[in-house]
């Protein structure tokens, strides 16, 4: 199976700060790699598929980029509403596997 | 509006048996391949089966392969998981996602149910 990496593990940051979060492949997955968004108790939320395709009524702040091995998701100005866990998943084959996740927090 | 509502968790004992559903409305369901996906604080998020649109195509991960089922029925818009031989570590939140894409095997998730909560437990 392919492992996938997210660091750091939690941030925080202030309103307005642009926020970077990583996922790394254990091998070269293309640009098979979706980016997600949890808020507790909720089911996660599709932002960008296909590394950089951002997902309809995704606010234009979130923007994903990458292929191979090494991605990133990054919130331009991070908002009080986007206080939330980010999970990376690939699907360049079976099994899809998803990263540990990356909460976000308000400073 | 688009959506998907999971029923059915509940707390089994060690080696019983469940049935989950997802209803889905709002879409043309027996266009999409469908997915589910289950959480837990430990192992966190977990992809476990593949259904696709027509039932013809059907993986599992090796975590449940010989014990689950997926399962579906279109005229009643509704995705199945039958869940034989449960463990503790099958304890977890389960959802059902769709396919964002129509073709391929599973790609994005862009359709998520609530999620139904399953505790194995004696």
């Known amino acids: 199976d392919i492992q996938m990496t997210q660091s750091p593990s939690s941030l925080s940051a202030s309103v307005g700060d642009r926020v970077t979060i990583t996922c790394q492949a254990s091998?070269?997955?293309?640009?098979?790699l979706n980016w997600y968004q949890q808020t507790p108790g909720k089911a996660p939320k599709l932002l960008i598929y296909?590394?950089?395709n951002l997902q309809t009524g995704v606010p234009s702040r979130f923007s994903g980029s990458g292929s191979g091995t090494d991605f990133s998701l990054t919130i331009s100005s991070l908002q009080p509403e986007d206080i939330a866990t980010y999970y990376c998943q690939h699907y360049a084959n079976l099994p899809p596997t998803f990263g540990g996740g990356t909460k976000v927090e308000i400073k | 509006e688009v959506q998907l509502v999971e029923s059915g968790g509940a707390l089994v004992q060690p080696g019983g048996s469940l049935r989950l559903s997802c209803a889905a409305s709002g879409f043309t369901f027996s266009s999409y391949n469908m997915n589910w996906v289950r959480q837990t604080p430990g192992k966190g998020l977990e992809w476990i089966s593949y259904?696709?649109?027509?039932?013809?195509?059907?993986h599992y991960a090796d975590s449940v392969e010989g014990r689950f089922t997926v399962s579906r029925d279109n005229a009643k818009n509704s995705l199945y998981l039958q869940m034989n031989s449960l463990r503790a570590d099958d304890t977890a939140v389960y959802y059902c996602?769709?396919?964002?894409?129509?073709?391929?095997?599973?790609?994005?998730?862009?359709?998520w149910g609530p999620g139904t909560l399953v505790t194995v437990s004696s």
């Open positions: 091998q070269d997955i293309a640009i098979y």
């Open positions: 996602a769709r396919d964002l894409f129509m073709v391929g095997t599973t790609d994005a998730f862009d359709i």
């Open positions: 259904i696709d649109s027509s039932s013809n195509t059907i």
């Open positions: 296909d590394a950089s």
